[in-house]
DNA sequence: TCAATCCGTATC
DNA sequence: ATACGGATTGAC
């Protein structure tokens, strides 16, 4: 085709310009407005190397619309993209000529100058790109949502909580006040047994809102969202508070997003959905049961609540809590470091409301009970449990998901398997031969079990299949109920019946439970993860403190040996003492949160050109590449390898900044094979 | 010597 | 993605 060609419309001399020619014109006739005529523009490419703001003029006849947070629509590179302005400003230091915004796609600010600082404090932390962050922090928009009216606003102030319930806590009180008197207390709070966890949170989120600032609580689930929901009704009535979840639909998430945004309600609650809210002056974070792993987000660049929630806190000069009947090695971690104070029950409160647990071996009742031998029930808890249902008292028996990963452990004593150069876990090749490490993929000849001594290895018995039925045969004339994946219940009555339960999905039972049987821990404990043990205490603790006092019949029982530290750690209720444990045996071992982790996975040459082009700090632990199981694996996929890389903590942010520009180099190279970076996986196997 | 085309790179 | 600039190539 030539230029000449008489059916093109293009009379213009100069085709070259052609494709400039519109916003040419434009930039002569389309007057900037007057105050602060430059927008700065975060635009929502994914591509590592473009993960900074760009500068555009703003139109005067969208002077009043292009608001800071509001979403913008621009001309970047050939195309046109969404973006969010960041702010207005009088000069720009970019030398070349400046576009025009093309549209202001709504004038409502849904990105609160808080919450893109956040964002971007995130997008650095993980290695990831603030595009991907904003796709979290802000739901997608709709319109019908943006036009509604806004509900209610009740006025007048918001009394403070009674502080009663915090009576068994001595520092609980004084928190309540800070709260109330507008200070920032940063707090590790462990629940005790038989306190109503939401009443608590409740309270705190009361609190700071009586003292006229924003609160904004996350909770792992939609049942425990629905507890605190009503727990924050009874104090503040139905319009001071929104609830998020992304299980909502996309309208009723963008309306409560937007009465949060508009600064209509004091206090936002949710599950990681919300962790991003806008709250205004926000006065108070707080996370519930922060060792679920639900608080852990499945999208690039996987986010950990906790992680934001304690970032948002420090850059908003907000108070923490941190609360749970269980405490993790994070959680501790602030503690050691004095960065937040512990709020735990007095003893006598403790010995007060605690059940009694007691550890017991599997050895069934075989030869009198067939019944529970088939559901492999120890005398001790066939026995409590009978006691509880002839005092018309519920039991509940948990009992891990199938599914768990296989790990080797020793023969003997059944301690998980230590690779002897890194201390990760050991696995058998499916094709059999020594054990080899699945973090650092050194093969593990000859291996001697720490513990004991032992060189015979087995693989883990995997969480055993139980029934309710078999339950059932051995509780004759018992109600069985179950509540698990498929039909979560949320109470029980406070009546003779068996309610058997995954972890995660236990009711709460009207008066507390007579027994609570915790079963087939090796399931759990066994696990092929790092925090199995912290896990397997964070879940018998859930059920555990749904049973009533042990002077009221209460009784707890684990089927697992007395002599593990985990086991010890349930039967004298002792939280925060494992969590300390678990802590330094981590700083020993060189696992997180002491170290910083971060996984690489992709293909081998992609790797190792990320790795070529990355400065990685000074004493960079890198650990394999391993191979990675993929679950569907196309047979022309070239095969996955892992590899870790682990820091010092005081490194993280480097290590993260490394990994940041060496993805930036990639991107701009158009590298297409792409390699998912991992800052803190979850999963280290 | 000029213009059409290719390739690498930046994207306000 | 796509538009631009500089390098490259090919025809006169």
């Known amino acids: 085709m030539s230029a000449e060609d008489p059916t093109l419309p293009l009379p213009d001399p100069a085709p070259r310009r052609a494709p400039r020619g519109r916003s040419r014109r434009a930039t002569r006739t389309v007057e900037p407005a007057q105050r602060l005529p430059v927008a700065r523009v975060a635009v929502d490419v994914g591509l590592a190397h473009l993960d900074r703001p760009f500068d555009y003029l703003v139109p005067a006849r969208l002077d009043a619309e292009a608001v800071p947070g509001c979403r913008v629509r621009v001309r970047f590179g050939g195309a046109l993209v969404d973006g969010y302005l960041l702010e207005r400003v009088e000069h720009s230091d970019f030398t070349g000529r400046l576009g025009f915004l093309d549209r202001v796609t709504s004038a409502e600010p849904v990105l609160a100058a808080e919450v893109a600082e956040l964002a971007r404090a995130v997008a650095d932390r993980y290695a990831g790109s603030l595009a991907d962050v904003l796709r979290l922090a802000v739901p997608p928009r709709h319109a019908r949502a943006e036009r509604a009216a806004d509900d209610p606003v009740p006025a007048g102030p918001v009394p403070p909580p009674d502080p009663d319930g915090w009576r068994p806590y001595p520092a609980g009180a004084a928190y309540l006040r800070a709260l109330v008197d507008g200070r920032a207390p940063r707090a590790v709070f462990t629940a005790m047994p038989g306190d109503d966890w939401a009443d608590r949170l409740a309270d705190a989120l009361t609190a700071v809102a009586a003292g006229g600032r924003g609160g904004l609580a996350v909770v792992p689930d939609a049942r425990d969202l629905d507890r605190l929901d009503a727990a924050l009704t009874v104090r503040l009535g139905a319009h001071r508070h929104v609830a998020i979840a992304a299980s909502l639909g996309?309208?009723?998430?963008?309306?409560?997003?937007?009465?949060?945004?508009?600064?209509?309600?004091?206090?936002?609650?949710?599950?990681?959905?919300?962790?991003?809210?806008?709250?205004?002056?926000?006065g108070l974070v707080a996370?519930?049961?922060?060792?679920?792993?639900?608080?852990?987000?499945?999208?690039?660049?996987?986010?950990?609540?906790?992680?934001?929630?304690?970032?948002?806190?420090?850059?908003?000069?907000?108070a923490a809590l941190l609360a749970g009947y269980a405490r993790s090695a994070e959680a501790q971690l602030l503690l050691a470091t004095g960065w937040a104070k512990p709020i735990v029950a007095d003893r006598a409160a403790l010995r007060a409301s605690a059940p009694r647990v007691v550890a017991t071996g599997d050895e069934y009742q075989l030869a009198r009970d067939p019944a529970a031998a088939a559901a492999r029930l120890p005398g001790v808890a066939v026995r409590a449990a009978r006691d509880a249902l002839a005092a018309d008292a519920p039991v509940l028996v948990q009992v891990p998901r199938r599914g768990y990963l296989p790990v080797v452990v020793c023969q003997r004593c059944r301690a998980r398997t230590r690779c002897p150069r890194c201390a990760g876990p050991l696995a058998v090749p499916a094709a059999g031969g020594f054990p080899v490490c699945r973090w650092c993929g050194h093969t593990a000849g000859g291996y001697r079990c720490p513990e004991c001594g032992g060189r015979e290895l087995r693989a883990a018995v995997i969480g055993a299949r139980r029934t309710a039925e078999e339950l059932g045969r051995a509780f004759p004339g018992a109600v069985v109920r179950t509540s698990g994946r498929d039909g979560v219940l949320d109470r029980v009555p406070a009546e003779a019946s068996v309610v058997v339960?995954?972890?995660?999905?236990?009711?709460?039972?009207?008066?507390?439970?007579?027994?609570?049987?915790?079963?087939?821990?090796?399931?759990?404990?066994?696990?092929?993860?790092?925090?199995?043990?912290?896990?397997?205490?964070?879940?018998?603790?859930?059920?555990?403190?749904?049973?009533?006092?042990?002077?009221?019949?209460?009784?707890?029982?684990?089927v697992a040996d007395a002599s593990v530290p985990v086991v010890q750690a349930l039967v004298r209720f002792d939280p925060g003492g494992f969590a300390e444990r678990e802590l330094a045996d981590r700083r020993a071992l060189g696992f997180p949160p002491a170290v910083r982790m971060a996984s690489l996975t992709g293909t081998a040459p992609a790797i190792a050109e990320l790795l070529a082009a990355a400065t990685l700090p000074d004493g960079t632990d890198e650990l394999g590449p391993v191979p990675v199981a993929t679950p569907r694996a196309a047979p022309d996929d070239p095969e996955r390898q892992r590899l870790l890389l682990r820091v010092p903590r005081a490194q993280g942010p480097a290590l993260a900044t490394a990994l940041r520009a060496a993805t930036a180099v990639?991107?701009?190279?158009?590298?297409?094979?792409?390699?998912?970076?991992q800052v803190d996986p979850l999963e280290l196997l």
């Open 250 to 282: 996309p309208e009723q998430r963008y309306r409560r997003f937007l009465r949060a945004a508009r600064g209509r309600v004091p206090v936002v609650i949710g599950t990681r959905a919300a962790m991003f809210a806008p709250v205004p002056r926000l």
């Open 287 to 318: 996370i519930w049961d922060d060792g679920d792993d639900l608080h852990a987000d499945d999208h690039a660049p996987y986010p950990h609540a906790r992680e934001v929630l304690l970032t948002r806190a420090q850059q908003a000069g907000a």
């Open 501 to 558: 339960s995954t972890p995660g999905a236990e009711p709460v039972a009207d008066g507390g439970y007579g027994a609570v049987l915790l079963l087939d821990s090796w399931a759990l404990l066994t696990r092929a993860d790092l925090r199995a043990a912290e896990e397997t205490l964070r879940r018998w603790l859930a059920a555990a403190v749904l049973a009533r006092p042990g002077a009221a019949g209460g009784r707890v029982v684990v």
């Open 666 to 677: 990639r991107s701009a190279r158009k590298d297409a094979d792409p390699v998912r970076v």
